[in-house]
């Protein structure tokens, strides 16, 4: 009796042993990891890294300002572009589709689109606004047409706000009535839509051809969608239901509902989750290789190819100059810091959050 | 009734926005296989599936391609990169949900997340300048010399030795995603209802059958999915892998020799494919990964989503 005690022990110690022994052998090679490019890093840091643009290999210390500068302009239209996407569409899945079969789809299959190779997002974006299909860029027109539903959604607003201002002085009574302007109101804006893309779409289209920045932009913020989605839907769903119930008992519709009660519980959340996307798209370097490519150059023209931070550490780190390898490093710790740093302020705000509720 | 009318057109507004919105995400999720099968639909043509998938050669000149090489290089990094991965990651998870000191636990799983958000080619670069040398001098010998001379096995081993190889390539992916399966078996560990772990405890079980018996049985769905999702991160990583598995079309048994994964060959031809079968046969590939990383993450999915329904019943 005694002894199988002892030995169930003896068991016991040695596999916890084990446990603790894999995490210190799991975390020593990421503090490995991180020493690494902390010590390389530091080396190569020095301010001509942020002011200087590429030398060319021998003549003299470069920097890598374009490729600062061109990862934060990829990287905030990838922004522009999917969170709104993202938001909307995560807010109607959490409302108006709520527990809707679609909704579950959506909500599934973005959900194993977070996980899905970065690269294949980069050969899909290549396809439609990279290769000239024929003589036409789908991807413009993709471009075009987004910008004009934005602008014709601004339009329509803007158009809702004049008419009901001019028709706050008379009273109309009849239901027919109303439904009639309110179909004009929508039809004018759905004319203006096509209009601007009619008018757009010589002047833009033909711009863009081969490695663009758009193209970058377009392929993170196609990572970022299904992030940002994701959470917006989950904080949605996490406002109370009694809460919205509250709302519409006072006579609210269901947009004033999201907009004053929904969105503003839920705010803290849906930004940790844009927060956290941004982090995951910033290190991406598969989908860029061939979306907006590389440029040795200093460019603010999202119609050419850009550099962007992590194109450029694989090239350098890829070629032969020692002076390449130092700044691949200065490089890659610039990076590494800036995505954990935004990574602890999102965590900060979960748990700050989070924490207050639990006091409550 | 202005009132109504105000508010109703900015709900339909709205409502239609978000509608299209989340239509388009649907849209665009189906478009990428839609868009990848219509762009390789040269390659399928002129190879067919099966024959693609077994044929050896990539040859740009003679615009001879076949898919096994990347993708016997892509399958083997992906299972040496969980061999190495899953015991730790596990262990880590224990760790932290019932060994480790509670001052510990919050620290120790924060860290463990914030490496999980490094960037790929952070890993990858370490992978070329620290890790390969260290291989080519000292790991790789040593398992020559060793697990080398046994006869059989042997075979894995051989072969001259230059540090990018299928096997470093696989110690960085596995380092690479201890992370992800580390924090997604310690949030299933911890799910364990603690009156289940206390009624094992008056029994008179020891922590570890504890863990054995009752936290492990109870949590291994979420455990399954952790893992099955770290699979499905590392087939279809490309920077962490490409830095260190040397780019060579060539099915070796050996570990020790380099090779190439599917995205480590679009990211090295993709540019430089100047014929239209070229680039279809390279689409075509993309297309398979595709596919393949979409049915691993639908089965980690579907354990994920049966670990959450048992928990709520």
């Known amino acids: 009796m005694n002894r199988t005690v002892k030995k169930r022990k003896i068991i016991s110690f040695i596999a916890l042993s084990l446990s603790t022994f894999s995490a210190i052998f799991g975390l020593f090679w990421l503090v490995f990891i991180l020493f690494d490019v902390i010590k390389n890093g530091i080396a190569g840091l020095s301010l001509d890294l942020f002011l200087k643009d590429p030398a060319p290999p021998g003549m003299g210390e470069g920097g890598l300002r374009n490729a600062f500068i061109g990862q934060l302009e990829i990287v905030f239209f990838a922004t522009i572009i999917g969170v709104p996407l993202g938001i909307l569409a995560g807010t109607f899945i959490a409302e108006y589709a709520r527990g809707t079969k679609f909704a579950r789809i959506v909500s599934i299959l973005s959900d194993i689109m977070v996980s899905v190779p970065s690269i294949v997002i980069g050969t899909f974006i290549y396809s439609i606004m990279v290769k000239p299909i024929g003589n036409i860029n789908l991807g413009a027109i993709f471009g075009v047409l987004f910008l004009s539903v934005i602008l014709a959604v601004i339009f329509g607003g803007i158009l809702n706000i004049v008419v009901n201002k001019i028709l706050s002085n008379v009273s109309i009574k009849s239901r027919s009535k109303i439904n009639f302007i309110n179909i004009t109101v929508v039809l004018i804006t759905v004319l203006f839509g096509i209009g601007t893309f009619i008018y757009l779409s010589p002047k833009l289209i033909d711009r863009i051809q081969g490695f663009n920045g758009w193209a970058g932009a377009s392929a993170l913020a196609f990572i970022m969608i299904p992030v940002v989605l994701r959470t917006t839907e989950d904080m949605l769903t996490l406002v109370p239901w009694t809460l919205r119930e509250a709302a519409f008992a006072l006579g609210a519709s269901y947009y004033r509902v999201i907009k004053d009660i929904v969105y503003r519980s839920a705010i803290t959340g849906i930004i940790t989750g844009v927060i956290l996307s941004i982090s995951r798209v910033a290190g991406e370097t598969a989908p860029l290789l061939f979306t907006s490519f590389n440029n040795q150059f200093f460019t603010l023209d999202m119609n050419e190819p850009i550099s962007s931070l992590t194109v450029m550490i694989f090239t350098y780190a890829m070629g032969p100059y020692d002076d390449w390898h130092k700044q691949a490093w200065a490089a890659s710790l610039v990076i590494t810091l800036f995505i954990l740093l935004i990574t602890l302020i999102a965590r900060y705000i979960i748990n700050y959050k989070f924490g207050k509720h639990k006091a409550q | ?313």
Do not use: C
Not at chain 2, 132 to 159: C, D, H, S
């Open chain 2, 1 to 313: 009734m202005k009132r109504f009318f105000k508010v109703s057109l900015a709900d339909i507004f709205f409502g239609s926005v978000s509608f299209l919105s989340a239509l388009l995400v649907l849209i665009l999720i189906f478009s990428v296989l839609f868009v990848l099968y219509k762009e390789s639909s040269l390659a399928i043509e002129k190879f067919g599936v099966i024959k693609f998938l077994i044929t050896n050669d990539w040859d740009p000149v003679k615009e001879i391609f076949g898919a096994a090489a990347p993708l016997y290089g892509t399958i083997m990094t992906t299972i040496l990169s969980l061999v190495v991965a899953v015991p730790v990651g596990v262990g880590i998870a224990i760790f932290l949900s019932e060994t480790a000191p509670n001052f510990l636990k919050t620290p120790l799983g924060i860290t463990i997340e914030m490496l999980a958000a490094i960037p790929s080619i952070i890993y990858g670069m370490w992978g070329l300048f620290t890790l390969a040398p260290i291989m080519r001098e000292y790991v790789e010998p040593f398992l020559q010399n060793t697990l080398g001379k046994i006869p059989i096995i042997g075979i894995i081993f051989q072969g001259e030795i230059m540090g990018v190889s299928i096997f470093t390539a696989s110690v960085v992916l596995g380092i690479m995603i201890i992370p992800f399966i580390a924090s997604i078996s310690r949030d299933a560990l911890n799910l364990t209802p603690n009156i289940m772990k206390e009624s094992a405890y008056a029994l008179g079980a020891t922590k570890w059958e504890v863990i054995k018996d009752v936290m492990i049985p109870y949590s291994k769905l979420g455990i399954y999915g952790g893992v099955v999702l770290a699979l499905g991160r590392a087939l279809g990583e490309t920077m962490a892998v490409a830095f260190v598995i040397g780019h060579k079309l060539d099915i070796h048994l050996s570990i020790f020799q380099p090779a190439t994964t599917i995205t480590v060959t679009l990211a090295n031809e993709f540019t430089e494919a100047d014929t239209d079968l070229y680039l279809s046969a390279l689409f075509y590939l993309a297309l398979i990964l595709f596919i393949l990383s979409f049915v691993v993450l639908v089965i980690a999915k579907y354990f994920l989503l049966r670990a959450e329904r048992g928990l709520k019943r």
